[in-house]
């Protein structure tokens, strides 16, 4: 079995990367909203913190009410509970990642979670040292 998962979304509206890459504690998407156009419907999650990276255009989302705008290059992370619609300003449309994950279930990360593999190529199997 393959230890990894490669897929390309140039060209696309709207791509769920869960089943495309297999993956096991996230679910991202790549979504791009035409120019003047939002999201039909608000929603809200039960246990998921969804975490946004803008990656083109402008607009913005409607978080509990509140307008937060949002450009080229802005993070965004909203609780699971909050009611949430995103919207692509009236000239540009807005592209964006969101990758949703279970809130307070990160136990380790970076250093932390990694460690070092050292090989020499001779064919042995190669060592693992922990990090910290
Ligand atoms: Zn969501």
Not at 15 to 34: F, R
Not at 50 to 65: K, P, S
Not at 99 to 124: C, H
Request: hydrophobic share 40%; aromatic share 8%.
């Amino acid at each position: 079995m393959k230890s990894y998962n490669k897929v390309n979304v140039i060209g696309t509206m709207r791509t769920e990367l869960h089943d495309k890459l297999e993956l096991t504690g996230a679910e991202i998407s790549v979504n791009k909203l035409p120019v003047g156009e939002g999201v039909p419907f608000v929603h809200a999650h039960k246990q998921n913190e969804e975490i946004y990276f803008i990656l083109e255009g402008t607009g913005r989302a409607e978080i509990d009410g509140e307008n937060v705008g949002l450009q080229e290059g802005d993070w965004i992370r909203i609780s699971p509970a909050a009611k949430r619609q995103f919207f692509a300003s009236a000239d540009t449309a807005l592209v964006y990642v969101c990758i949703q994950v279970k809130a307070n279930s990160l136990e380790n990360y970076t250093a932390a979670d990694a460690e070092a593999v050292i090989t020499d190529f001779s064919g042995r199997p190669p060592e693992v040292y922990k990090l910290n």
